[in-house]
Protein backbone atom coordinates (compact mmCIF):
# COMPACT_ATOMS: atom_id res chain seq x y z
CA UNK A 1 0.00 0.00 0.00
CA UNK A 2 2.63 2.37 1.11
CA UNK A 3 0.30 5.48 2.64
CA UNK A 4 -0.63 4.68 6.04
CA UNK A 5 -4.08 4.23 6.47
CA UNK A 6 -6.84 6.71 8.31
CA UNK A 7 -8.34 6.06 11.34
CA UNK A 8 -11.02 3.85 11.22
CA UNK A 9 -14.54 5.20 13.24
CA UNK A 10 -14.63 3.90 16.65
CA UNK A 11 -18.54 3.78 16.26
CA UNK A 12 -20.93 3.60 14.17
CA UNK A 13 -23.78 6.42 15.77
CA UNK A 14 -25.04 10.12 15.53
CA UNK A 15 -20.93 11.68 15.92
CA UNK A 16 -19.87 10.38 13.18
CA UNK A 17 -18.80 13.20 10.57
CA UNK A 18 -17.15 13.48 7.19
CA UNK A 19 -15.15 15.37 5.76
CA UNK A 20 -16.45 17.93 2.96
CA UNK A 21 -13.40 17.89 0.94
CA UNK A 22 -12.10 13.94 0.43
CA UNK A 23 -15.13 12.57 2.18
CA UNK A 24 -13.07 10.58 5.16
CA UNK A 25 -15.54 9.34 7.68
CA UNK A 26 -14.50 9.90 11.11
CA UNK A 27 -15.70 10.30 14.70
CA UNK A 28 -15.66 14.18 15.89
CA UNK A 29 -13.36 13.32 18.70
CA UNK A 30 -11.14 11.32 16.21
CA UNK A 31 -10.89 15.06 13.43
CA UNK A 32 -10.47 16.82 17.15
CA UNK A 33 -7.34 14.68 18.07
CA UNK A 34 -5.68 13.59 14.73
CA UNK A 35 -7.56 15.93 11.98
CA UNK A 36 -8.23 14.59 8.26
CA UNK A 37 -5.42 12.44 6.72
CA UNK A 38 -5.98 13.48 3.41
CA UNK A 39 -7.00 17.30 4.43
CA UNK A 40 -3.76 18.83 6.93
CA UNK A 41 -4.16 22.03 5.68
CA UNK A 42 -7.65 22.50 7.38
CA UNK A 43 -5.45 21.82 10.81
CA UNK A 44 -8.79 20.51 12.44
CA UNK A 45 -6.72 19.22 15.72
CA UNK A 46 -8.53 20.32 18.26
CA UNK A 47 -10.44 23.37 16.79
CA UNK A 48 -14.27 22.56 17.02
CA UNK A 49 -15.30 25.74 14.62
CA UNK A 50 -12.85 24.29 11.93
CA UNK A 51 -14.44 20.77 12.18
CA UNK A 52 -17.63 22.14 12.12
CA UNK A 53 -16.72 24.20 8.64
CA UNK A 54 -15.24 21.52 7.21
CA UNK A 55 -16.88 18.42 7.66
CA UNK A 56 -20.39 17.35 8.13
CA UNK A 57 -22.87 15.16 9.94
CA UNK A 58 -25.18 14.46 6.32
CA UNK A 59 -24.17 11.95 4.33
CA UNK A 60 -25.26 9.13 2.29
CA UNK A 61 -23.34 5.60 2.86
CA UNK A 62 -20.32 4.20 4.13
CA UNK A 63 -17.51 2.53 1.79
CA UNK A 64 -14.05 0.97 3.12
CA UNK A 65 -10.78 1.44 1.15
CA UNK A 66 -7.66 -1.10 2.38
CA UNK A 67 -6.48 -0.19 -1.04
CA UNK A 68 -7.40 2.64 -3.03
CA UNK A 69 -5.21 2.81 -5.47
CA UNK A 70 -6.19 -0.48 -7.16
CA UNK A 71 -9.88 -0.08 -6.26
CA UNK A 72 -12.35 0.51 -9.11
CA UNK A 73 -15.11 2.01 -6.61
CA UNK A 74 -12.00 4.16 -5.11
CA UNK A 75 -11.19 5.50 -8.61
CA UNK A 76 -15.32 6.41 -9.47
CA UNK A 77 -15.88 7.84 -6.64
CA UNK A 78 -12.56 9.84 -6.64
CA UNK A 79 -11.14 8.94 -3.62
CA UNK A 80 -8.19 6.20 -5.09
CA UNK A 81 -5.10 9.22 -4.33
CA UNK A 82 -6.70 9.52 -0.47
CA UNK A 83 -5.32 7.16 2.49
CA UNK A 84 -7.01 3.59 2.75
CA UNK A 85 -10.12 4.30 5.62
CA UNK A 86 -13.74 4.55 5.65
CA UNK A 87 -15.46 7.32 3.13
CA UNK A 88 -18.95 8.23 2.48
CA UNK A 89 -20.31 7.93 -1.03
CA UNK A 90 -21.69 11.85 -1.21
CA UNK A 91 -21.85 14.48 0.89
CA UNK A 92 -24.97 16.98 0.90
CA UNK A 93 -22.81 20.20 1.83
CA UNK A 94 -20.32 22.41 -0.06
CA UNK A 95 -17.41 23.70 1.61
CA UNK A 96 -17.61 27.20 3.11
CA UNK A 97 -15.54 29.61 -0.01
CA UNK A 98 -12.85 30.56 2.37
CA UNK A 99 -12.35 26.89 3.23
CA UNK A 100 -12.24 26.37 -0.91
CA UNK A 101 -9.80 29.42 -0.99
CA UNK A 102 -7.34 27.32 1.58
CA UNK A 103 -7.75 24.22 -1.39
CA UNK A 104 -6.77 26.79 -4.27
CA UNK A 105 -4.24 28.32 -2.16
CA UNK A 106 -2.69 24.85 -1.07
CA UNK A 107 -2.67 23.48 -4.93
CA UNK A 108 -5.62 20.63 -4.35
CA UNK A 109 -8.42 19.59 -5.78
CA UNK A 110 -11.75 20.38 -4.82
CA UNK A 111 -15.14 18.91 -6.58
CA UNK A 112 -18.23 20.08 -4.67
CA UNK A 113 -21.31 17.95 -4.42
CA UNK A 114 -23.79 17.34 -7.44
CA UNK A 115 -26.66 17.96 -5.51
CA UNK A 116 -26.43 20.41 -2.49
Known sequence: MGEAPAQIPTSFGHELRACLRCRLVKTYDQFRDSGCENCPFFKMEGD?????????????????????????????????????????????????????????????????????
Not at 71 to 97: H, M
Request: hydrophobic share 40%; aromatic share 10%; glycine share 4%.
Open 48 to 116: HERIVDVTTPNFNGIISMMDPRRSWAARWLRIGKFAPGCYTLAVSEALQEDMQFICQEERVQYVPPKRI
